[in-house]
């Protein structure tokens, strides 16, 4: 079975522009989660989709967004670019249902470089 | 406020020595995760402890549940480079949420 793929796996902006992430979920999975990885914050939660529906959202601003797709496959998009935005943003898959949750696994992560 | 505490923040070990790292909270947890993060890769899951007390062992890796449920360690034997890494513990923070500590990141040296 083929693992959470992201892409691009490394992308440099420039302040200001916006970005946009892309996570194909293990297949069978419909549950896809985003985090940012900073050496000063560590992991932290964004937000989770599950069909097609935002579920769960983390502490961050507005500029972070994201969506999912009919095939669960899930793009997180960062508008207005700043340097501090400058992290690893990592997605994890899981298959949940509304009464269980399984393991998440994680795919390789998207290393952002904000100029 | 952190709500997991991992020490010590940094461990450079050589290679066949023993080491423990800490995950600790004043909060009850139902469950804690193990991961462990290569460069370059994601988090994978390394185990689940879900019992006070409960010792879970994987290999040379030993993972310990506090008796109140607060606390986690992973104690690993005669350590190999291939150990070298970024272990991090986690909780469920609410519905597909964890909630991770800063990690432990973990040097053997040959």
Same mark, same amino acid.
């Given at each position: 079975k083929a693992g959470v793929t992201q892409t691009p796996r490394y992308l440099i902006k420039t302040r200001g522009q916006q970005v946009t992430l892309s996570c194909s979920p293990i297949s069978g999975h419909r549950s896809v989660s985003w985090y940012q990885q900073t050496p000063g914050q560590g992991l932290q939660f964004l937000f989770e989709y599950f069909s097609e529906t935002q579920r769960n959202k983390g502490n961050?601003? +507005?500029r972070f967004s994201g969506r999912q797709f009919s095939n669960s496959r899930s793009e997180m998009n960062v508008s207005? /670019?700043? /340097? +501090?935005?400058s992290a690893l943003y990592l997605c994890a898959s899981s298959f949940r249902t509304s009464t269980y949750t399984d393991t998440q696994y994680f795919g390789p992560g998207t290393r952002l470089t904000v100029l | 406020t952190q709500l997991l505490e991992q020490s010590p923040q940094f461990l450079s070990i050589q290679e066949g020595e023993n080491l423990t790292v800490y995950c600790n909270s004043s909060s009850v947890f139902s469950s804690l995760q193990w991961y462990r993060q290569e460069p370059g890769e994601g988090p994978v899951l390394l185990v689940t402890v879900v019992t006070g007390g409960e010792v879970k062992k994987l290999k040379r890796l030993t993972f310990q549940f506090g008796d109140a449920r607060k606390d986690s360690s992973l104690h690993i034997t &005669? &350590?190999?480079?291939?150990?070298?890494g970024l272990y991090l513990c986690a909780v469920q923070g609410g519905s597909e949420k964890l909630v991770f500590g800063k990690g432990t990141k973990l040097t053997v040296n040959p």
């Open positions: 961050f601003p +507005g207005t /670019l700043e /340097l +501090g935005d | &005669a &350590a190999q480079p291939g150990d070298t």
